[in-house]
Nanobody, 129 residues
Framework: DVQLQACGGGLVQPGGSLRLSCTGSGLILDNYSVGWWRQAPGKEREGVSKIDFTDSSAGYTDVAKGRFTISRDKAKNTVYLQMNDLKPEDTAVYYC??????????????????????WGQGTQVTVSS
């Protein structure tokens, strides 16, 4: 049974940091592009960051550039999203996803999301004082 387990969310004050983890079960994440999306209440799911399976190159959308860093730990079969300088607008449920092709962070269609190979269950991040 293939699963992606996302964890590491929580409540943090503005300016604080969190590290999200996405751990694969039943699949080797190193063979997949892995990405993070987020969805705030009443808003569309938006892409945050990805790491490609071909060369482990990282990609970020504007919401993440300069503040978030994505990385892999092959031994732990885990992809991390280090989030620094968090802002209230970062509050959302964060989802990780894995696909055998390059992930498209800019696409927000339901059709695309349904076509992605695997999704994790989401972890809540709340940034509030």
């Amino acid at each position: 049974d293939v699963q992606l387990q996302a964890c590491g969310g929580g409540l943090v004050q503005p300016g604080g940091s969190l590290r999200l983890s996405c751990t694969g079960s039943g699949l080797i994440l190193d063979n997949y592009s892995v990405g993070w999306w987020r969805q705030a209440p009443g808003k569309e799911r938006e892409g945050v960051s990805k790491i490609d399976f071909t060369d482990s190159s990282a990609g970020y959308t504007d919401v993440a550039k300069g503040r978030f860093t994505i990385s892999r730990d092959k031994a732990k079969n885990t992809v991390y999203l280090q989030m620094n300088d968090l802002k209230p607008e970062d509050t959302a449920v964060y989802y990780c996803a894995a696909d055998r092709s390059t992930l498209l962070l800019e696409v927000r269609t339901r059709q695309y999301f349904d076509a992605v190979d695997f999704w994790g269950q989401g972890t809540q991040v709340t940034v509030s004082s």
